[in-house]
Nanobody
Framework: QVQLVESEGGLVQAGGSLRLSCTAS????????MAWYRQAPGKQRELVAS???????HYTDSVKGRFTISRDNAENTVDLQMNNLKPEDTGVYYC???????????????WGRGTQVTVSS
């Protein structure tokens, strides 16, 4: 089995910064993409940023220039540095990874439990 464990989010004022971390553990053979999603109250979960094992990164338009995703392939971790936070960044942030594990021949999506980020105006 595999576990994704996120660091705690928190409450921050608009314009502030917060860093989220996520560690994947278990019988992991390989990880392709790692990503952060978020879900605001009453809205669908959306992709915030992703990073491939090659290092290629993708950001949703609303966070470009403010958020930075980084990954440590040796440690199976993915971080999200969030700067200049805005109230609309509020939501539950989920870590996601596409993992080949154990004796499986197929990659599978795994999710963390989510961590709350609240940005006050």
């Amino acid at each position: 089995q595999v576990q994704l464990v996120e660091s705690e989010g928190g409450l921050v004022q608009a314009g502030g910064s917060l860093r989220l971390s996520c560690t994947a553990s278990g019988s992991i053979t390989s990880i392709r993409a790692m990503a952060w999603y978020r879900q605001a109250p009453g809205k669908q979960r959306e992709l915030v940023a992703s990073v491939l094992s090659s290092g290629a990164k993708h950001y949703t338009d609303s966070v470009k220039g403010r958020f930075t995703i980084s990954r440590d392939n040796a440690e199976n971790t993915v971080d999200l540095q969030m700067n200049n936070l805005k109230p609309e960044d509020t939501g539950v942030y989920y870590c996601n990874a596409d993992i080949l594990y154990g004796d499986s021949y197929n990659y599978r999506d795994w999710w963390g439990r989510g961590t709350q980020v609240t940005v006050s105006s």
